[in-house]
């Protein structure tokens, strides 16, 4: 079964800066959309940024000009660097991977990692 491995989560003070990564354990899918959601607490989980395969990004208006999300197709990795951070980005953040693949038909799939937490300080 695949897993989605993320890292980067912790303990910043405002203004800081967090990188997260998140890598599948293997690489036999296509990937269609790499996702990042957070969940602050009390609260449901939201979508935070999107990259298509075609490299489109899509992002949440409350961390536009402040998050970057990218992939690195050799390392099979997608990250998302977070900077000036807020104490209103304090939440647990997950990585989302739409992929499919091709079994004579096409099957899709939908992969989340297990969360990572970020907490930011006032």
């Known amino acids: 079964q695949v897993r989605l491995v993320e890292s980067g989560g912790g303990l910043v003070q405002a203004g800081g800066s967090l990188t997260l990564s998140c890598a599948p354990s293997e690489s036999t899918f296509t990937i269609n959309t790499i996702s990042w959601y957070r969940q602050p607490p009390g609260q449901q989980r939201e979508m935070v940024a999107t990259?298509?395969?075609?490299?489109?990004?899509n992002y949440a208006n409350s961390v536009k000009g402040r998050f970057t999300i990218s992939s690195d197709n050799a390392k099979n990795t997608a990250y998302l660097q977070m900077n000036s951070l807020k104490p209103e980005d304090t939440a647990v953040y997950y990585c989302?991977?739409?992929?499919?693949?091709?079994?004579?038909?096409?099957?899709?799939?939908?992969?989340w990692g297990q969360g990572t937490q970020v907490t930011v300080s006032s």
């Open positions: 990259v298509g395969s075609d490299g489109t990004t």
């Open positions: 989302n991977i739409a992929a499919s693949r091709d079994y004579g038909f096409i099957w899709d799939y939908d992969f």
